[in-house]
């Protein structure tokens, strides 16, 4: 019988040290000693060789947390890198040139956005923008010089979902990258691999971690893509620092049963919101009222942490929610054990006009809770006198 992967998130460990620790060690340096002038030209003269030189290249602590997310997400190899931006932009770089296309669902976090629209094309990369809710259209946008295809499922913040499995077969047919970024569902929930995905990508920064405490990303797939991956953050620098590491792959090991309570708070808010006299609509992927329900109940184990709702009094009424609450965080930050409210359209996306904002889902009441691990009747509590 193969391992269950709630034991692996916890038991796959680098080899323990002389000291016989039980817990897993942090390697805390930059660099890494030789035992000869002739192993140190060797380090160097060989891309590939399974030694730590430095840890801009690579460290064990490192190497735990990416061999942990490789056995969860069903993946021969990864990196890591200090943020989820820079997995994400380390992805566009490497496996993309001067006159190669992108096809992008619009409905994708703000900065790659950015990096989609304002950086990409500054080097000769042009991208395209589909509708999460129309995947029939986006064969029309292959062209020749198309070369990966990006979603997030589920999209943040709109939670809209995406047939995985339908979209690997479009990518498949014109020999396109699939990249998906699985941040919101955490391999807990989800497994794009196993559903033909070629490369996820997570910003570590959120369910990994779980507690708001450092920044991290990780990218993972076949080995063959992540060798030029690997080379491009070994010599670019935006490596995952040893300590964040420590910090994530200790996380890692209660993830599962983070995801479970993360997930069973969110739907008991979610289905108790539904009818409230102050809200239009309430989203989560497994309420059967989400667009996308089918999908959700065949590709993820449970809805995950994220609900969205709509507040009929608009932006006025997202002011007036966040200053009412009482225990749970005005933050922008998600994925935590203490509760998060954030009203996108006053704060993070309040640059945006208002037909920017309708285009990547963001409505002039849409709240968006990140649920975390408190009693989830205290949760409701405080979300429901604040919405008197
Ligand atoms: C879906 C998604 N992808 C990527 C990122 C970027 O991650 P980081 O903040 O770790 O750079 C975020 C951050 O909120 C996110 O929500």
Redesign the pocket.
């Known amino acids: 019988m193969s391992r269950h992967p709630e034991t692996d998130a916890i038991r796959t460990q680098t080899q323990r040290t002389a000291e016989k620790e039980h817990s897993t060690p942090l390697f805390l340096t930059s660099s890494f000693v030789y035992d000869s002038a002739e192993d140190m030209a060797a380090a160097f003269a060989d891309d590939t060789l399974d030694v730590n030189i430095y840890s801009r290249f690579s460290n064990p602590t490192v190497d735990e947390f990416i061999s942990k997310i490789c056995v969860l997400e069903k993946a021969e190899d990864g990196i890591a890198t200090g ?3 820079a997995a ?1 932009f380390a992805t566009f770089m490497t496996f993309l040139s001067k006159g190669d296309h992108i096809i992008s669902a619009s409905a994708v ?1 703000g ?2 956005h950015t990096i989609l629209s304002k950086y990409l094309p500054k080097w000769g990369i042009a991208y395209s923008y589909f509708n999460m809710n129309d995947p029939a259209s986006i064969e029309s946008l292959v062209r020749p010089e198309t070369k990966m295809l990006y979603v ?1 499922t589920p999209s ?1 913040p709109g939670l809209d979902i995406i047939d995985i499995s339908f979209v690997s077969e479009i990518c498949k047919k014109y020999n396109i990258l699939l990249v998906v ?1 699985n ?2 569902a955490t391999p807990a929930i989800q497994q794009p691999i196993l559903l033909g995905a070629d490369l996820v990508i997570h ?1 570590a ?2 369910f990994i971690d779980g507690q708001g405490r450092v ?1 991290g ?1 990780v990218v993972v797939g076949r080995k063959e893509l992540i060798q030029p991956l690997y080379l491009f953050v070994r010599n670019t620098g935006p490596s995952m620092s040893p300590f964040n590491a420590w910090v994530l792959t200790k996380s890692l090991e209660t993830l599962y049963v983070r995801m479970d309570r993360h997930a069973a708070s969110a739907l008991k808010i979610a289905e108790a919101l539904t009818n409230h006299p102050a809200i239009s609509w309430v989203k989560y992927p497994f309420l059967s009222s989400h667009p996308q329900y089918e999908i959700a109940r065949r590709q993820m184990s449970s809805g995950g942490g994220i609900v969205t709702f709509e507040l009929k009094g608009g932006i006025e009424a997202g002011r007036k929610f966040l200053n009412s609450l009482r225990m749970l965080s005005m933050t922008n930050n998600l994925g935590d054990s203490r509760s998060i409210a954030s009203h996108p359209a006053s704060t993070t996306h309040s640059k945006l006009t208002e037909a920017e904002r309708q285009g990547v889902g963001i409505t002039p009441g849409l709240i968006r809770i990140s649920v975390g691990l408190e009693h989830p009747d205290d949760i409701l509590e405080d979300i429901s006198q604040a919405l008197i």
């Open positions: 943020t989820g931006m994400v976090f900065s790659t997030e943040n970024d941040c919101f910003s920064t959120k920044l990303g």
